[in-house]
Nanobody
């Protein structure tokens, strides 16, 4: 059993920055990829970024060059630095972690980009 707690969302103006954090606890020894997904009203949940245990990263085309994902295997945390935010980035962001057999999700944190 793994628990994920994500945080860091808020209201920011276009062009601003936010940093999301996620802490994993429980049976974390077998965690492989971790990442962030987001879901806006009326839209499907979509992949934002992932990072493997070996620190290989993957980003959605819409956030490449603006967002940076990182992880600390010793602390069992993953973060998402979001820069140059756009109104289109407005969504609930969910931390995700996977093992060979299970998927785990954070509770979600709201990011709103608006003037």
């Amino acid at each position: 059993q793994v628990q994920l707690v994500d945080s860091g969302g808020g209201l920011v103006q276009p062009g601003g920055s936010l940093r999301l954090s996620c802490a994993a606890s429980g049976s974390i020894f077998s965690l492989y990829a971790m990442g962030w997904y987001r879901q806006a009203p009326g839209k499907q949940r979509e992949l934002v970024a992932t990072i493997s245990r070996g620190y290989s990263t993957n980003y959605a085309d819409s956030v490449k060059g603006r967002f940076i994902i990182s992880r600390d295997n010793a602390k069992n945390t993953v973060a998402l630095q979001m820069n140059s935010l756009k109104p289109e980035d407005t969504a609930v962001y969910f931390c995700h972690a996977g093992t060979a057999h299970s998927d785990y999700w954070g509770q979600g944190t709201q990011v709103t980009v608006s003037s």
